[in-house]
């Protein structure tokens, strides 16, 4: 079946350290992959998103690229910052017969310190 | 215009009572999607519409019921809820249900509902 598989938080990093998050997915043919955000008491914000092998989404610091070979799509940034505490979902969008659905991980939770 | 547009932000309604949760966007989607989302746990989905019709329920108990009126609205009727039920609720809208285009979601910021 298909699922997504994400690195269990939370994570605490202090201000300027380098960040990854890692997600594996499983799924028939090659699914569209995304990093959604939500900062607390809100939505789910679209973060970056890559369509197919190779690509590399990024996104106000933060990249991801999609590894078929891994079917992986690792989210990392270089330098984090306290305004990117929030949780952080890895969702590929399955396509199915009659609609696309979006299953989300289980998120992982960023906590940055000054 | 970029938004989609939840209302209420909050509510609190007995067991017994009737309520709605209210979904708008303006940016031409076809698809419009409701999910749920309890504390500390990712959002699950409920129902997909596409070109207002519903083509996805994932068994989603009775005592919520969907409405799409028309592309730009989503509903969302409760009635007889659970405080298991208890929980934000969340709107979504796509360009296509069959994944035209990139297929981003794109969400509201969430009805936090309460069951007393």
């Known amino acids: 079946g298909n699922s997504v598989t994400q690195m269990e938080g939370p994570v605490t990093l202090s201000e300027e350290a380098f960040l990854t998050i890692n997600c594996t997915y499983t799924?028939?043919?090659?699914?569209?992959l995304f990093w959604y955000v939500q900062y607390p008491g809100e939505g789910l914000q679209l973060l970056l998103k890559?369509?197919?092998?190779?690509d590399k989404g990024s996104n106000k610091g933060f990249e991801a690229t999609y590894r078929k070979e891994t079917t992986s799509f690792h989210l990392e940034k270089g330098s984090v910052q306290v305004s990117d505490s929030a949780v952080y979902f890895c969702a590929p969008l399955i396509r199915t017969g009659t609609a696309s659905k979006l299953t989300f991980g289980t998120g992982t939770r960023l906590q940055v310190t000054l | 215009d970029t938004e989609v547009t939840q209302t209420p932000k909050h509510l609190v309604m007995g067991m017994t009572n009737k309520k709605s949760l209210k979904c708008e966007q303006h940016?031409?989607?076809?698809?419009m999607y409701w999910y749920k989302q309890k504390a500390k746990k990712p959002p699950e989905l409920m129902f997909v519409?596409?070109?207002?019709?519903?083509?996805i329920n994932e068994s989603v108990p009775s005592r919520f019921s969907p409405e799409c009126p028309n592309s730009s609205l989503l509903n969302l009727h409760l009635h007889a809820l659970q405080p298991e039920d208890s929980a934000l609720y969340l709107c979504?809208?796509?360009?296509?249900?069959?994944?035209?285009?990139?297929?981003?979601?794109?969400f509201g910021e969430g009805s936090r509902l309460t069951v007393l």
């Open positions: 799924a028939t043919g090659y699914p569209s």
């Open positions: 519409y596409s070109y207002e019709k519903l083509s």
């Open positions: 940016m031409g989607h076809r698809a």
């Open positions: 979504a809208s796509s360009l296509s249900a069959t994944g035209r285009g990139t297929g981003e979601l794109f």
């Open positions: 890559a369509t197919k092998a190779d």
